[in-house]
C-alpha cells in the first residue's frame, strides 16, 4: 500500500509544499510565490502555514504520514543547506529539526539536483534504470547523478555539478565566480543573455530576432523567444541553438566518459526548450564519449514537469529515512 509523504520544494522564487505518497502520487500541493525583499525566516514560516493549510485540509491522511522530504536550491551537507544562494537566511535555519520538532516527522533535507535526478528515476524517465544523469537548464544548470539505485554525492557532497564543466575556456563569467562553465552558455539564463547580444551585433541576419526580442515586456527572458524562432525555421536563431547544442554536449559528453552512465534526462524550461533538438544532442554527445561508452546512451526529457522536486523529495525520504 502507498503511504504518504510530506514533500517540501524550495526554490529561490517560490516554494512548494505537497502531501504525496509513494507511488507517486500527489493528493495536494500549494505553491507560494516569494514577494521581492522577503527572507528565508519569511518563506520558513509560509512552509509551516501551508502545512497546517494540509494538515486541515486531509486530516486523516496527515494522521498517517510518517516522513518529510525537502529538495532545496542550493548546497545541503547532513540535511541543512551549507549556504544559501538564492535567499539571505538559510544557513541559521535547521527546517528538517523545525518539521521534526512541530510534527514529529523524522526529515531529511537534499540539493534540488539531486532531488529531482531521484524523482525522475524513481517515477519518471529514468524509471526501470540503474543510473542516470540529470541535468536541470533553468535559471542555472543544476543536476544530479544516479548510480547503481543512490545518489553520487562525492566526498562533501556536492557531485554531479556538470553545468561547471568548463567548455569554453576563460569564456564568459559564471555566477559560481569561474569562467567558461556550461551553465553561463546552456542555462535559460546564459541562452537569453547569448540570445540579446546577438541580436544587438547589427548583423542583418539577427533582425527577426531583434524584432521579436523588441516586443518583450521589460525583464523577461529573452531564451524563449529564440528557441521559438528556432522552432519556425529562423535560419539565425538556428545557428544559436547549433552552438548551444555544441557547449552542452562537451558537458554531458565528459559525464559520460567519467562515470559510464548511458542516459542522460534533461530538465527545466530551457530543457523543454531545447527537446526537438534532443536527437541532434544524443548524437553529438555520442561523437564525444568515447566509443566503449556509446551503445545505448540515450538523451531523454524529464517526465515529472514541476512535480520533479516534490517526487524526489518522497525518494529520498526512502533512501534516508527507512
Not at 529564440?226 to 544559436?240: Q, V
Request: glycine share 16%; proline share 5%; charged share 20%.
Amino acid at each position: 500500500m502507498p503511504t504518504p509523504v510530506l514533500a517540501i520544494d524550495i526554490g529561490g522564487s517560490k516554494s512548494i509544499v505537497a502531501v504525496c505518497t509513494t507511488d507517486g502520487g500527489i493528493l495536494e500541493s500549494i505553491r507560494a510565490d516569494r514577494p521581492n525583499g522577503k527572507d528565508a525566516f519569511w518563506i520558513r514560516d509560509s512552509i509551516f502555514n501551508r502545512v497546517e493549510t494540509l494538515k486541515e485540509n486531509h486530516p486523516e491522511t496527515f494522521r498517517q504520514i510518517e516522513h518529510c522530504g525537502i529538495g532545496f536550491g542550493g548546497p545541503v551537507r547532513d540535511n541543512k543547506p551549507v549556504v544559501s544562494i538564492h535567499i539571505k537566511g538559510w544557513e541559521e535555519i535547521d527546517l528538517c529539526a523545525e518539521v521534526e520538532a512541530r510534527y514529529g516527522l523524522p526529515s531529511c533535507m537534499e540539493n534540488d539536483g539531486i532531488t529531482q535526478a531521484l524523482g525522475e528515476h524513481t517515477y519518471g524517465a529514468g524509471k526501470g534504470r540503474s543510473s542516470l544523469i540529470f541535468a536541470n537548464l533553468g535559471t542555472g544548470y543544476g543536476g544530479g547523478v544516479i548510480e547503481d539505485g543512490k545518489p553520487r554525492l562525492g566526498d562533501g557532497g556536492f557531485a554531479g555539478h556538470f553545468g561547471h564543466v568548463c567548455v569554453v575556456p576563460n569564456g564568459r563569467l559564471c555566477p559560481c565566480g569561474n569562467r567558461g562553465c556550461a551553465e553561463a552558455y546552456c542555462s535559460g539564463t546564459g541562452i537569453g543573455e547569448r540570445a540579446r547580444e546577438a541580436a544587438a551585433s547589427g548583423d542583418p541576419a539577427a533582425k527577426p530576432l531583434a524584432d521579436r526580442i523588441a516586443r518583450l515586456p521589460e525583464g523577461a527572458g529573452a531564451g524563449p523567444v529564440l528557441l521559438e524562432l528556432a522552432r519556425e525555421g529562423d535560419p539565425f536563431s538556428l545557428a544559436l541553438v547549433e552552438g548551444t547544442l555544441e557547449l552542452l554536449s562537451l558537458a554531458l559528453s565528459a559525464g559520460v566518459n567519467i562515470l559510464d552512465i548511458r542516459l542522460i534526462v534533461i530538465g527545466g524550461g530551457a530543457g523543454i526548450g531545447l527537446a526537438p533538438w534532443f536527437p541532434q544532442l544524443e548524437e553529438k554527445v555520442k561523437a564525444r564519449s568515447l566509443s566503449l561508452c556509446r551503445e545505448g546512451l540515450e538523451v531523454r526529457l524529464a517526465g515529472l514537469g514541476i512535480n520533479t522536486v516534490l517526487l524526489g523529495a518522497v525518494a529520498l525520504c526512502g533512501l534516508r529515512l527507512k
